[in-house]
């Protein structure tokens, strides 16, 4: 298929533009893909023509157009792990009190997917759409933990693929592997404070029926607010509704 490798570029063209959040030159593209802008300029005017990207001439930009804001929207209505977590996260604000969100794995980090808020709480940076480093959240070593050893080696190679913030967050691998250890054992994964401080977060992994991670469902809650006692009764809750939403996609 000859027009594959041009398929390809075009779609890290989209990915480009989607993930600065404002227009960008084609230099900037050309520069950032490795790609010659002669055929840079190519795919930008090919994906122009059929309404992906817009050409903003005054600023000498492109971004992205309506035909990609109606793909967006199409799988927003058709996305299946979404609709089916909307009534296990209300009621797991209902019950805890707390904000809960959904999150899936993309490469090395985690994408949020679903938030949940509940009255009174405060807002969190996890909002959907936002994606933060796995190691550094509950709900990315929720998932990290339930995959193969050589999976996480792949995506997580070396301590330069390691984010941390503020000094605190996994240095190496080997404490990684230590983090994720505790996760499988507890059966669930905690995050103290590195998203935000102040801010606990507890999570557990959504398994296919290949015991596969599709998801991970997670509470976050003032630290000051709960004790050990009740993270214990957070964590029973979270896992109810990890295990009746891996129950819709058909885990048995």
Do not use: C, F, K
């Not at 593209?29 to 300029?41: E, F, N, Q, T």
């Not at 309404?51 to 000498?60: F, S």
């Not at 929720?142 to 693929?161: E, G, I, K």
């Not at 509470?219 to 607010?225: G, Q």
Request: glycine residues 10%.
């Amino acid at each position: 298929m000859a027009n594959a490798p041009a398929a390809g570029h075009a779609l890290d063209v989209l990915g480009l533009i989607a993930r600065r959040g404002e227009p960008v030159p084609a230099a900037a593209i050309a520069r950032d893909l490795g790609l010659p802008r002669s055929s840079v300029y190519h795919l930008l005017g090919v994906l122009a023509g059929r309404g992906y990207v817009r050409h903003l001439p005054e600023q000498r930009r492109y971004g992205l157009g309506l035909a990609a804001y109606e793909l967006g929207s199409a799988y927003q209505r058709q996305a299946p792990l979404e609709r089916l977590a909307r009534g296990p996260m209300d009621r797991l604000v209902d019950v805890t009190g707390h904000n809960a969100h959904l999150a899936v794995l993309h490469g090395a980090d985690v994408l949020y997917v679903v938030e949940q808020r509940a009255p009174g709480r405060p807002l969190l940076v996890t909002d959907v759409g936002v994606r933060l480093p796995a190691p550094l959240t509950a709900t990315g070593l929720a998932m990290l933990a339930a995959l193969p050893a050589r999976q996480v080696r792949a995506l997580l190679p070396d301590r330069d693929a390691l984010v941390r913030r503020d000094g605190r967050g996994p240095s190496s691998t080997t404490e990684l592997r230590s983090w994720l250890q505790r996760a499988r054992q507890r059966g669930y994964a905690v995050e103290d404070g590195l998203v935000t401080p102040g801010l606990g977060s507890v999570a557990v992994a959504v398994l296919d029926a290949n015991d596969y991670p599709v998801a991970a469902v997670a509470v976050t809650y003032p630290e000051d607010e709960v004790d050990a006692t009740l993270r214990d009764t957070l964590v029973v809750q979270v896992r109810h509704t990890a295990e009746a939403l891996a129950a819709r996609l058909g885990r048995r």
